[in-house]
């Protein structure tokens, strides 16, 4: 065992790197659930995103269009299942399940000649003053413009859903679509919206992952990181910070325990490994106990599908 | 018609829908601080009708007048920003938003939240409505709901309000209370379209009424000219048939409740405390009170899906209070609940399905742990048969079946069981006049058999119909029961609580 081995700076800077993926996934989801959809395609979404985001990244050997280009690409994908589940009302959670196993085929075969490629590199920012102040600076002020992206689209999510009018309304399409449609609201309409802007969240995610975190492209890279995506919203109780908390939260430990196992603490690596999981869902839970469905936050027309009766 | 007193007039409006016509040359007209009383049973068009003129849904041919101009609102936005507001049967809220919240969704315009809650206290005072703008919709009380509703259609300052059923959830003092808000609106000069089944209420509120049948109107009169008798005639189209009374000789006690209590399963539910009855043979015991005090508790408690000490409820001198719903009914404790759709029946399960739920152990409907589907189908026949359920037959899912059709189906699978006793909730809760006349005369005609039946309900009327003894729940507490017979709605009232029932809900919550 090499304790010393561990940089507590390096590892407190890498945190927020690790944990941006899932984070911009979860919160896009929020977004999507919190109007009373559940899209369980957050995983094919990301990996779409990450292939989309890599390849024109490398074709133009510009990041930052790579990533527009993976936010379209998600939203493109997220739109076939907005079709799907609110025109032809399919089932939402067999549709979601398909959509994954899609965006993961799709992603492989445009990807195949783009593996062992690496992609152009993202800067640092270096923000001016603040990335000085010493230990500080180190650990928030001196990562990549997304990671600075995903926490503003997480305060503008809780800004939007709190203070607007355009927030009230997509909670209470997600509360009771019937109640919302008798108020001549858009159901469909605003759901498709979310829906949307869920995908493209997704595929910020996922370059996120093809571009600067890894930055390569291998099939199937995302690895279960929207699927943590999908948890975190749940236990989160759909709150924007709460979300930010889990996402860290679980970035977090992921990464101290990468550094436990090489530094060869003696505790078996399966239990390091599902650590992160174990403490993400403790501590959530933990912070929603003892509170009534109204609290928690819970969208009461979740899942259901909508059908205008006349 | 069209004339300057018209503020808005329906003229010729048909809609159609595949396989029924819902409204066929429609034509009537409301003059401004008008209240005009729409009537009709069930299916009679009324909703189709009041859609159209809120825009939710576009008529086929005819047309509508505002003021003079064409009217033809494509959305509800349009028909609000005419002047068109609309208090919903089922109300459009959303429970875990609040008060102030839900009446924004509601407004065009909406001021800042901090303003629209002054403004909303404000309103609520002087119409006599008192709600607090912060509460959660989900912890009020059904006429705190229906407040809300009103108070977001006032902020808006409308020319038209549309009220579909408004009474069913109200006390008889909170009725007086929406009467007299409706009045003084109607002083301002705001029209009225008022939906309702209860004629007496009709009579006492609206200068004018149209009345509809099966998509046509069938007349128009003024309802204080006219005997609520008669205008049920023109909308029934047929003689009515009250239910009479045959009073039975009272036999034994069958179910005796000593001093039960229990916690209620539901966060915003009402818990029952100490309640004390007694039903005998052939007797009918009504229940009133308003909703939200303890009526679904009363009969999870007699049903048995909840819980008790087995010497709380006695059935024919046994202890029952732990035994679970199959066991009682194997005894011939019987109940059919309120809500239809989740609670009596299984929504997207066929009539014969739901049929075998309930219905499996009295009618003996299954062998060895297989159900006999052959006998489980002749039973669903059987009650649709004689309940007069229209559907085109056993196999149809209870999702597809109306409301009141589906009540039907509900309460004669229980009578059909041949209970000992049987427990409503609700039984004529949005059906149609005839049908309600029909369900209650299957009540009393199950008692003249010497069945004790125990009808919880929040229709006055029904409860002085049929019961014998009479009692209220409050607070899920429930007053000593006392004869029905003479009982004025003043001692109505004041057993259900009276008029600080109001204050009651939000200690309540």
Request: hydrophobic share 50%; with cysteine; glycine share 10%.
């Amino acid at each position: 065992m090499d304790l010393s081995s561990i940089n507590p700076l390096v590892l407190l800077a890498s945190i927020m790197v690790a944990s941006t993926p899932i984070l911009l996934a979860a919160i896009g989801e929020m977004v999507v659930e919190k109007s009373g959809v559940l899209n369980l395609g957050v995983e094919g979404m990301m990996i779409t995103g990450a292939v989309c985001g890599f390849v024109i990244a490398t074709e133009t050997g510009s990041p930052a269009v790579g990533f527009i280009a993976a936010a379209i690409g998600g939203a493109i994908l997220a739109l076939l299942f907005g079709f799907l589940t609110q025109y032809l009302l399919s089932n939402q959670v067999a549709t979601g399940l398909a959509l994954t196993l899609f965006g993961l085929g799709l992603s492989a075969l445009i990807g195949q000649s783009y593996v062992g490629i690496k992609a152009p590199v993202t800067s640092n920012l270096h923000i001016p003053l603040l990335a000085d102040i010493p230990v500080i600076g180190r650990i928030l002020f001196q990562h990549d413009m997304m990671v600075y992206v995903s926490i503003a689209i997480v305060a503008a999510v809780w800004a939007v859903l709190k203070f607007t009018r355009a927030g009230l309304i997509l909670r209470a399409v997600g509360e009771s679509h019937d109640a919302a449609h008798a108020l001549g609201y858009k159901v469909v309409r605003i759901r498709m919206l979310a829906i949307m802007f869920g995908g493209a969240c997704a595929g910020l995610g996922g370059a996120y992952v093809s571009l600067i975190r890894v930055p390569q492209w291998t099939e199937g890279m995302t690895a279960g990181a929207g699927w943590i995506a999908l948890a975190i919203v749940v236990f989160a109780s759909w709150r924007p910070w709460r979300v930010l908390l889990g996402a860290y939260l679980f970035g977090g430990v992921t990464v101290l325990q990468l550094n436990l196992q090489a530094a060869e603490v003696p505790v078996p690596v399966a239990l390091l490994s599902m650590s992160p999981y174990l403490i993400t869902i403790l501590v959530l839970v933990i912070m929603s106990i003892n509170r009534g469905r109204a609290a928690l936050g819970a969208p009461a027309a979740l899942g259901r599908v909508f059908h205008a009766s006349h | 018609m069209g004339n300057e007193a018209t503020l808005l007039a329906v003229e010729g409006v048909t809609k159609a829908y595949p396989g029924v016509v819902a409204n066929d040359k429609v034509s009537f007209s409301v003059a401004p601080g008008e209240v005009h009383a729409l009537l009709g049973e069930n299916g009679a068009g009324k909703s189709t009708l009041v859609k159209m003129i809120y825009g939710l849904v576009r008529p086929d041919s005819g047309r509508m007048v505002w003021k003079g101009a064409p009217y033809e609102p494509a959305t509800p936005h349009a028909a609000r920003s005419t002047g068109v507001a609309m208090v919903f049967q089922h109300f459009s809220l959303f429970e875990a938003l609040n008060v102030a919240e839900n009446v924004a969704l509601g407004m065009e315009n909406p001021p800042p939240m901090r303003q629209l809650s002054v403004r909303i206290r404000e309103v609520s005072e002087t119409y006599g409505l008192p709600l607090d703008p912060d509460r959660l919709v989900g912890e009020l009380s059904a006429g705190e709901r229906q407040r809300v509703e009103i108070i977001r259609c006032l902020l808006q300052d409308p020319k038209l309000l549309i009220m579909d059923e408004p009474t069913s959830v109200l006390t008889p003092q909170e009725v007086d209370i929406l009467f007299e808000t409706l009045r003084k609106l109607s002083a301002e000069g705001t029209a009225i379209l008022y939906i309702s089944h209860k004629l007496e209420e009709i009579r006492s509120l609206c200068n004018s009424a149209t009345i509809l049948r099966l998509g046509k109107v069938v007349g128009t009169t003024n309802p204080r000219e006219s005997s609520a008798r008669e205008l049920a005639e023109m909308m029934v189209g047929q003689t009515l048939h009250t239910p009479n009374r045959e009073s039975a000789d009272l036999g034994e006690i069958v179910v005796e409740l000593t001093n039960l209590s229990i916690k209620s399963a539901n966060p915003f539910g009402t818990s029952l405390k100490g309640v004390t009855l007694s039903v005998r043979q052939g007797e009918v015991l009504g229940i009133g009170g308003v909703a939200g005090n303890g009526q679904d508790e009363l009969l999870a408690a007699l049903s048995g899906e909840a819980l008790s000490t087995p010497s709380a409820i006695k059935f024919k001198g046994k202890s029952i209070g732990n035994l679970g719903p199959n066991a009682r009914r194997g005894l011939g404790l019987l109940a059919a609940p309120e809500e239809r759709l989740g609670h009596a029946a299984a929504p997207d399960m066929s009539l014969t399905e739901n049929a075998a739920l309930t219905g499996t152990i009295r009618r003996n409907l299954a062998s060895k742990g297989f159900l006999r589907w052959g006998a489980v189908e002749d039973f669903a026949k059987e009650i649709i048969a004689n309940f007069d359920v229209r559907t085109p037959g056993p196999d149809n899912a209870a999702r597809s079946l109306s409301g009141g059709n589906l009540q039907k189906f509900v309460i004669g699978r229980e009578v059909l069981q041949d209970p000992d006793v049987l427990v409503v909730n609700q039984p004529t809760w949005g059906v149609d006049a005839s049908a309600a006349a029909s369900i209650r005369q299957a009540l009393l005609d199950m008692a003249a058999k010497g069945a004790a039946v125990i009808c919880i309900s929040q229709d006055l009327d029904e409860l002085m119909e049929i019961s014998d003894r009479f009692a209220a729940l409050n607070e899920g507490r429930l007053t000593p029961p006392r004869p029905a017979k003479g009982l004025t709605v003043d001692e109505i009232g004041l057993m259900m609580g009276g008029a600080h029932d109001m204050e009651v809900a939000h200690v309540d919550a």
